[in-house]
């Protein structure tokens, strides 16, 4: 069974840095494409990063808000992925989750529903 553990999470001022990390047990995780989404209250699961599988590259590609400040990066020796976040804003404020799929093509990246494995969620809150 895969699971999936995400720690880091936290209040910092607007202009702050935080480092999350999602650590994936249970399955070979170079196999697996892993990303961040990011959730506020009434608003759907929005798509933040993502890193590839290793077989397809482990390309990196980000949403045009997070572009830029925020940074994704895996680890495959400690079945981990880091999602750094620099320049935080206010509007970054919402429950961060660490999601993994495998054989996701181009197209199903940024979709939540095509992953398969969720982990419990980390607060993040930019506030002054």
């Known amino acids: 069974q895969v699971q999936l553990v995400e720690s880091g999470g936290g209040g910092v001022q607007p202009g702050g840095s935080l480092r999350l990390s999602c650590t994936i047990s249970?399955?070979?995780?170079?196999?697996?494409?892993a990303g961040w989404f990011r959730e506020v209250p009434g608003k759907k699961r929005e798509f933040v990063a993502v890193?590839?599988?290793?077989?397809?590259?482990?390309?990196?590609h980000y949403s045009d808000s997070v572009k830029g400040r925020f940074t994704i990066s895996r680890n495959n020796a400690k079945n981990t992925i880091f999602l750094q976040m620099n320049s935080l804003k206010p509007e970054d404020t919402a429950v961060y989750y660490c999601g993994a799929g495998r054989g996701l093509i181009w197209s199903s990246l940024w979709d939540p529903s095509r992953y398969d494995h969720w982990g419990q969620g980390t607060q993040v809150t930019v506030s002054s």
């Open positions: 249970g399955r070979t995780f170079r196999d697996y494409t």
């Open positions: 890193v590839r599988a290793s077989a397809s590259g482990g390309t990196t």
